[in-house]
């Protein structure tokens, strides 16, 4: 089947413009993450959603930040008056349940965002 | 909290050699340990993952790794590099029996020469 897609691949703005960035997870997948990936660096934790509970904020680094998903499907993450800083490669995971047990999260390929 | 360090940001080895990447581990509570590769232009895949059962886990394309409680260190290891390793390798930790996120270490890059 198909694995968690996301899009676009690569974005080019510039800086103060608002992107939107989307995350569709494998069908059935009730948790769904998103990270981000600065050059040479690890995966920062951004947010994270679990079926219809709250999400889990904790790692959006500023206000400008946002993310929303409906039900048990697609996300999008919103960065608004994006900063050169906002670089970076953006992944999305998606993962059967929430990690019991160590069950593995998905990845996505990544959305590459460049700030002019 | 919980937090994990990969001592060697980048590795180089002959193939057919011994790969180590090395991983130390801090977390207050009962860790799940996982190691990730990614290829270049390519989606994060795991290749194997500790969650208190056996200490010592096998993973996909021959790679395995050691969880030691006393070191606080889950190294990943395989006896004969290939050329297609190349890749960066994560490793990342997370509480088990709970829902938590994944926390990442910064990468080490593995090169396989001729």
């Known amino acids: 089947g198909a694995g968690v897609s996301q899009s676009p691949s690569n974005k080019v703005t510039e800086k103060g413009k608002d992107v939107e960035l989307r995350c569709d997870p494998i069908s059935g997948h009730t948790a769904l993450y998103w990270y981000r990936q600065r050059l040479g660096q690890g995966l920062e934790f951004l947010i994270y959603?679990?079926?219809?509970?709250?999400?889990?904020k904790s790692g959006l680094p500023s206000d400008r930040f946002s993310a929303e998903r409906t039900g048990e499907s697609v996300s999008t993450l919103t960065i608004q008056r994006t900063q050169q800083e906002d670089s970076a490669v953006y992944l999305c995971?998606?993962?059967?349940?929430?990690?019991?047990?160590?069950?593995?999260?998905?990845f996505g390929p990544g959305t590459r965002l460049t700030v002019t | 909290a919980q937090s994990v360090t990969q001592l060697d940001s980048h590795v180089s080895v002959s193939e057919g050699t011994p790969v180590l990447l090395r991983c130390n581990y801090s977390s207050s509570y009962s860790p799940s340990l996982f190691w990730y590769v990614q290829h270049p232009n390519k989606g994060l895949q795991l290749l194997l993952k500790?969650?208190?059962?056996?200490?010592l886990v096998k993973g996909i394309n021959g790679f395995e790794a050691e969880f030691k409680k006393s070191e606080t260190s889950f190294h990943l290891t395989k006896p004969s590099a290939h050329m297609s390793d190349a890749a960066e390798y994560f490793c990342v930790v997370s509480r088990t029996g709970t829902a938590s996120k994944l926390t990442f270490g910064t990468g080490t890059r593995l090169q396989v020469t001729l």
């Open positions: 995971a998606s993962s059967l349940e929430p990690l019991f047990a160590g069950k593995e999260q998905y």
């Open positions: 959603f679990q079926g219809n509970s709250a999400p889990d």
């Open positions: 500790y969650t208190s059962a056996a200490t």
